[in-house]
Protein backbone atom coordinates (compact mmCIF):
# COMPACT_ATOMS: atom_id res chain seq x y z
CA UNK A 1 0.00 0.00 0.00
CA UNK A 2 2.72 2.10 0.67
CA UNK A 3 5.76 1.81 -2.18
CA UNK A 4 8.96 3.77 -1.86
CA UNK A 5 8.15 4.50 1.93
CA UNK A 6 11.42 4.64 4.41
CA UNK A 7 11.83 3.16 7.48
CA UNK A 8 11.39 6.21 9.54
CA UNK A 9 7.58 6.22 8.27
CA UNK A 10 7.50 2.18 9.39
CA UNK A 11 4.97 3.30 12.43
CA UNK A 12 3.42 6.27 10.52
CA UNK A 13 2.13 3.31 8.22
CA UNK A 14 1.36 0.57 10.30
CA UNK A 15 -1.20 3.03 12.03
CA UNK A 16 -2.68 4.27 9.07
CA UNK A 17 -3.02 0.41 7.92
CA UNK A 18 -4.64 -0.77 11.41
CA UNK A 19 -6.84 2.50 10.85
CA UNK A 20 -8.04 1.38 7.64
CA UNK A 21 -8.38 -2.42 8.47
CA UNK A 22 -10.08 -0.97 11.90
CA UNK A 23 -12.87 1.10 9.59
CA UNK A 24 -12.82 -0.88 6.46
CA UNK A 25 -16.53 -2.19 6.84
CA UNK A 26 -17.02 2.08 7.08
CA UNK A 27 -14.95 2.52 3.79
CA UNK A 28 -16.57 0.22 1.99
CA UNK A 29 -19.99 1.64 2.72
CA UNK A 30 -19.19 4.88 2.36
CA UNK A 31 -16.78 5.03 -0.24
CA UNK A 32 -17.39 4.80 -4.25
CA UNK A 33 -16.51 2.42 -5.89
CA UNK A 34 -13.63 3.67 -7.78
CA UNK A 35 -11.80 5.14 -5.14
CA UNK A 36 -8.54 4.30 -5.10
CA UNK A 37 -8.39 2.97 -1.79
CA UNK A 38 -10.49 0.53 -2.73
CA UNK A 39 -8.50 -0.67 -5.19
CA UNK A 40 -5.72 -1.74 -3.21
CA UNK A 41 -4.58 -5.38 -1.82
CA UNK A 42 -6.15 -4.83 1.12
CA UNK A 43 -9.96 -4.82 -0.81
CA UNK A 44 -8.90 -6.92 -3.64
CA UNK A 45 -6.84 -9.90 -2.39
CA UNK A 46 -9.07 -11.85 -0.94
CA UNK A 47 -8.74 -12.82 2.49
CA UNK A 48 -5.86 -10.57 3.24
CA UNK A 49 -8.86 -7.66 4.88
CA UNK A 50 -9.97 -11.00 6.81
CA UNK A 51 -6.50 -11.87 8.32
CA UNK A 52 -5.47 -8.45 9.45
CA UNK A 53 -8.77 -7.88 11.51
CA UNK A 54 -7.73 -10.49 13.79
CA UNK A 55 -4.22 -8.65 14.01
CA UNK A 56 -5.66 -5.04 14.53
CA UNK A 57 -6.42 -4.14 18.31
CA UNK A 58 -7.31 -1.21 20.44
CA UNK A 59 -5.80 -2.74 23.32
CA UNK A 60 -2.52 -3.72 24.56
CA UNK A 61 1.60 -2.24 23.80
CA UNK A 62 0.77 0.58 25.53
CA UNK A 63 -1.03 2.25 22.30
CA UNK A 64 -4.91 3.07 22.11
CA UNK A 65 -6.96 4.06 19.35
CA UNK A 66 -8.77 7.16 20.18
CA UNK A 67 -10.35 7.97 17.07
CA UNK A 68 -9.05 11.25 17.99
CA UNK A 69 -6.50 12.83 15.49
CA UNK A 70 -3.06 13.98 16.28
CA UNK A 71 -3.87 17.27 15.01
CA UNK A 72 -7.06 17.52 17.35
CA UNK A 73 -4.67 17.08 20.21
CA UNK A 74 -2.44 19.82 19.30
CA UNK A 75 -5.65 21.87 18.76
CA UNK A 76 -6.51 21.59 22.15
CA UNK A 77 -3.06 22.71 23.65
CA UNK A 78 -3.12 25.51 21.27
CA UNK A 79 -6.67 26.48 22.78
CA UNK A 80 -4.89 25.85 26.40
CA UNK A 81 -2.08 28.64 25.49
CA UNK A 82 -4.89 30.92 24.37
CA UNK A 83 -6.76 30.92 27.20
CA UNK A 84 -3.84 31.08 29.53
CA UNK A 85 -2.65 34.05 27.71
CA UNK A 86 -6.01 36.21 27.91
CA UNK A 87 -6.08 35.59 31.82
CA UNK A 88 -6.78 39.22 32.75
CA UNK A 89 -4.89 39.00 36.02
CA UNK A 90 -1.59 38.39 34.08
CA UNK A 91 -1.48 42.88 33.53
CA UNK A 92 1.38 44.05 35.67
CA UNK A 93 4.11 47.15 34.78
CA UNK A 94 5.99 45.01 32.14
CA UNK A 95 2.62 44.32 30.59
CA UNK A 96 0.85 41.39 29.83
CA UNK A 97 2.08 38.15 30.57
CA UNK A 98 3.14 36.40 27.13
CA UNK A 99 2.38 32.48 27.61
CA UNK A 100 5.27 29.96 26.35
CA UNK A 101 3.66 26.71 24.57
CA UNK A 102 6.15 23.85 23.99
CA UNK A 103 5.76 21.17 21.55
CA UNK A 104 6.99 17.92 22.93
CA UNK A 105 5.34 14.71 23.79
CA UNK A 106 3.07 14.98 20.35
CA UNK A 107 1.25 17.88 21.90
CA UNK A 108 1.38 21.37 22.78
CA UNK A 109 2.44 21.83 27.09
CA UNK A 110 2.62 24.99 29.02
CA UNK A 111 6.12 24.23 30.08
CA UNK A 112 9.31 22.99 28.80
CA UNK A 113 9.95 19.48 28.53
CA UNK A 114 13.02 19.98 30.53
CA UNK A 115 11.18 22.30 33.70
CA UNK A 116 11.86 21.80 36.89
CA UNK A 117 10.38 22.76 40.04
CA UNK A 118 12.36 25.29 42.25
CA UNK A 119 12.62 26.25 45.40
CA UNK A 120 11.07 29.74 45.68
CA UNK A 121 9.68 30.87 49.19
CA UNK A 122 5.50 30.29 50.06
CA UNK A 123 4.68 33.61 49.32
CA UNK A 124 6.20 33.94 45.88
CA UNK A 125 4.86 30.22 45.19
CA UNK A 126 1.22 31.26 45.81
CA UNK A 127 2.43 34.85 43.38
CA UNK A 128 2.81 31.96 40.44
CA UNK A 129 0.10 30.12 41.55
CA UNK A 130 -1.92 32.90 40.30
CA UNK A 131 0.45 34.97 38.31
CA UNK A 132 2.67 32.99 36.64
CA UNK A 133 6.13 34.00 35.84
CA UNK A 134 6.30 36.67 33.33
CA UNK A 135 9.96 36.40 33.20
CA UNK A 136 9.70 32.83 31.89
CA UNK A 137 6.34 32.93 29.93
CA UNK A 138 4.90 30.22 32.75
CA UNK A 139 0.93 30.56 32.91
CA UNK A 140 -0.34 31.04 36.27
CA UNK A 141 -0.01 27.50 37.45
CA UNK A 142 -3.72 27.28 38.78
CA UNK A 143 -4.17 26.47 34.98
CA UNK A 144 -1.34 23.65 34.69
CA UNK A 145 -1.82 20.53 34.39
CA UNK A 146 0.48 17.20 35.11
CA UNK A 147 0.18 16.55 31.53
CA UNK A 148 2.44 19.31 31.24
CA UNK A 149 5.03 17.95 33.53
CA UNK A 150 7.17 15.34 31.47
CA UNK A 151 8.72 14.00 34.82
CA UNK A 152 6.76 12.12 37.15
CA UNK A 153 8.57 13.29 40.39
CA UNK A 154 7.35 16.76 38.72
CA UNK A 155 3.69 15.90 38.39
CA UNK A 156 3.76 14.49 42.24
CA UNK A 157 5.28 17.97 43.29
CA UNK A 158 1.87 19.76 41.26
CA UNK A 159 0.29 17.81 43.63
CA UNK A 160 1.73 18.96 46.40
CA UNK A 161 1.67 22.54 45.52
CA UNK A 162 -1.95 21.95 44.67
CA UNK A 163 -2.68 21.12 48.34
CA UNK A 164 -1.07 24.30 49.98
CA UNK A 165 -2.53 26.77 47.31
CA UNK A 166 -5.66 24.98 47.54
CA UNK A 167 -5.50 25.71 51.46
CA UNK A 168 -5.00 29.28 51.07
CA UNK A 169 -7.45 30.12 48.24
CA UNK A 170 -10.23 28.19 50.90
CA UNK A 171 -8.70 30.74 53.72
CA UNK A 172 -9.16 33.77 51.08
CA UNK A 173 -13.25 32.47 49.87
CA UNK A 174 -13.80 32.18 53.66
CA UNK A 175 -12.63 35.52 54.40
CA UNK A 176 -14.39 36.68 51.78
CA UNK A 177 -11.04 38.06 49.73
CA UNK A 178 -10.45 35.95 47.14
CA UNK A 179 -10.54 37.31 43.28
CA UNK A 180 -10.19 34.63 40.87
CA UNK A 181 -8.74 37.16 38.78
CA UNK A 182 -6.13 39.44 40.88
CA UNK A 183 -3.79 41.59 40.07
CA UNK A 184 -0.47 41.13 41.55
CA UNK A 185 -0.80 43.52 44.10
CA UNK A 186 -3.95 41.85 45.38
CA UNK A 187 -2.82 38.73 44.68
CA UNK A 188 0.34 39.98 47.64
CA UNK A 189 -2.48 41.09 50.11
CA UNK A 190 -4.61 37.65 49.46
CA UNK A 191 -1.71 36.28 50.68
CA UNK A 192 -0.66 38.34 53.66
CA UNK A 193 -4.50 37.80 54.86
CA UNK A 194 -4.45 34.12 54.70
CA UNK A 195 -0.78 32.88 55.96
CA UNK A 196 -2.01 32.81 59.12
CA UNK A 197 -4.37 30.21 57.77
CA UNK A 198 -1.48 27.63 57.44
CA UNK A 199 -1.08 27.57 61.20
CA UNK A 200 2.92 27.86 60.72
CA UNK A 201 4.92 27.64 63.97
CA UNK A 202 4.88 31.16 65.16
CA UNK A 203 8.34 32.81 64.07
CA UNK A 204 9.26 36.48 61.73
CA UNK A 205 9.35 35.94 58.33
CA UNK A 206 7.09 32.56 58.48
CA UNK A 207 6.18 33.52 54.83
CA UNK A 208 9.31 32.94 54.05
CA UNK A 209 9.92 29.28 53.97
CA UNK A 210 10.01 26.99 50.96
CA UNK A 211 6.78 25.99 49.64
CA UNK A 212 7.94 22.88 49.67
CA UNK A 213 8.56 22.48 52.89
CA UNK A 214 5.66 24.01 54.50
CA UNK A 215 3.69 21.83 51.84
CA UNK A 216 5.23 19.07 53.52
CA UNK A 217 4.78 20.42 57.08
CA UNK A 218 0.68 20.65 56.39
CA UNK A 219 0.57 17.36 55.31
CA UNK A 220 1.84 16.11 58.46
CA UNK A 221 -0.41 18.62 60.14
CA UNK A 222 -3.32 16.86 58.45
CA UNK A 223 -2.31 13.53 58.86
CA UNK A 224 -1.35 12.93 55.38
CA UNK A 225 1.53 11.09 54.55
CA UNK A 226 3.65 12.76 51.88
Given at each position: MFPGITTKLYLVAEHAVASVVYHSEFLMKTLPKEHALLATCLFTQQGIL???KKM????GDGRRCTG???HVTILRGMKRL???RKEPAQVEQSGTLQVNGYNWGR???LLPEDFLWPKMFVDVAYEWWMQGNAEKGYPPF?????SDFADQNARKRLSDFRYLMGKIDQCAQEKGVYKE???MEETKEIF???VECLKLPMKEGRQRRTWQSVATWCREQDGFQH
Open positions: QRMVTIEIPAEASRIRKNLEPNATKQC
